[in-house]
């Protein structure tokens, strides 16, 4: 079973507006830490923003935030006020237990989605 | 420079050939990671080094061969690859502990763009 999914292939979203990026997934370790990476046509994966489960608050970098719903298990990320220069792949990822202690694990990537912003 | 450097950007090689791709990080970083992009298919993590010993190996194939000879540098040594091979590889760096609550925020490298004839 798939532990990081993300249900949109591809997004056409109209510039300043917000945008909604789908994100759950499946873990039975109540420690765990999400995380969301940029992918421009470069290839650099760019770190966006990170929310760890134990979090009372979501998390929020300029104008990335991410909609932390843990009954759900959904880590949306929202984008406000979207630019031409947030056209790129968005990766979901996790990374399971051990957050106390930290870890050199990696990461969990979901399959992404494609966001085009049209001006 | 700072960040993680990937080189070389670009590889095709055939499927005898030998060849290696180098990852160098100036973060004070002392894990690192390879992972493989394949089209239409989440990164796949294939190797971790953490304070230069391998700490993880996801039942990847004997022709990768990885080598961490410090906490900067890491090499993927490629052999007899196949066609299935080609994809992007990608270097990350973090630091093993410590950080937000356990954040240890991966950053990656370019990438280099492997292709297999």
């Known amino acids: 079973a798939q532990k990081i999914t993300q249900t949109q292939p591809g997004m056409f979203v109209q510039e300043k507006e917000a945008v909604t990026l789908d994100c759950t997934y499946d873990t039975s370790d109540p420690s765990y830490g999400l995380f969301w990476y940029k992918q421009p046509s470069s290839g650099e994966m760019i770190f966006l923003i990170y929310q760890g489960s134990y979090d009372q608050q979501n998390a929020t970098e300029g104008r990335y935030s991410l909609n932390f719903q843990k009954a759900r298990k959904s880590a949306n990320l929202v984008i406000s006020a979207s630019q031409l220069g947030d056209s790129a792949m968005y990766f979901c990822a996790m990374r399971e237990g051990r957050i106390s202690g930290g870890g050199a694990d990696g990461l969990t990537f979901g399959k992404g989605t494609h966001l085009i912003i049209q001006p | ?117």
């Open chain 2, 1 to 117: 420079e700072t960040g993680v450097t990937q080189t070389p950007r670009h590889l095709v090689m055939g499927m005898t050939n030998k060849k290696s791709l180098k990852c160098e990080q100036h973060l004070g970083h002392n894990a690192m990671y390879w992972y493989k992009q394949s089209a239409k298919k989440p990164l796949e993590l294939m190797f971790v080094y953490s304070l230069e010993e391998r700490v993880e190996n996801n039942s990847v194939p004997s022709r990768f061969s990885p080598e961490c000879p410090n906490s900067s540098h890491l090499f993927l040594h490629l052999h007899t690859l196949q066609p299935e091979d080609s994809a992007l590889y990608l270097c990350a760096s973090s630091l093993s502990r410590g950080g937000r609550a356990g954040a240890n925020v991966l950053t990656f490298g370019a990438g280099s763009r492997l292709t297999v004839l």
